[in-house]
């Protein structure tokens, strides 16, 4: 699971709250929020998938908080293969169970919880 720690200065911003922890430092007070999400690794994908397709599908799933489509630096073309972030495990869960092995673009898609990228 992803855990993302965001720090914020000053006055609070509005941002959604899912843990907050203050702590006042001088004049100014810090808000700390932890989101919890699940990645997935999405990969088999047709060359010609843009991360909006990606994020209409898996959002059978659930609320898709982000699609990505990874594509390559120098000829910006995709290289098969995406990141599908949800909110929350069950939803997450859902859309391996729905789509891990099916047909998408023509092509089988592989979909499984997504690894933390190993050092080169």
């Known amino acids: 699971m992803l855990s ?17 922890d203050e702590q006042t430092v001088g004049r100014f007070t810090i808000f700390t929020t932890t989101t919890d999400m699940k990645k997935l690794f999405v990969g088999g994908l047709p060359w010609e998938t843009t991360d909006e397709e990606l994020r209409t599908t898996f ?17 910006g073309r995709s290289k098969g293969f995406g990141f599908v972030e949800f909110d929350n495990d ?14 998408f673009g023509g092509r089988s898609i592989t ?3 997504a690894r933390p990228r190993e050092e080169r």
Request: glycine share 8%; net charge negative.
């Open 4 to 20: 993302l720690r965001r720090t914020f200065l000053g006055p609070f911003d509005g941002l959604t709250v899912l843990r907050k």
């Open 59 to 75: 959002s059978e799933a659930g609320t898709v908080a982000s699609a990505a489509i990874i594509t390559d630096r120098m000829s």
């Open 90 to 103: 069950e939803e997450a869960e859902k859309a391996i169970e729905l789509f891990n092995g099916k047909d």
């Open 111 to 113: 979909v499984n919880e």
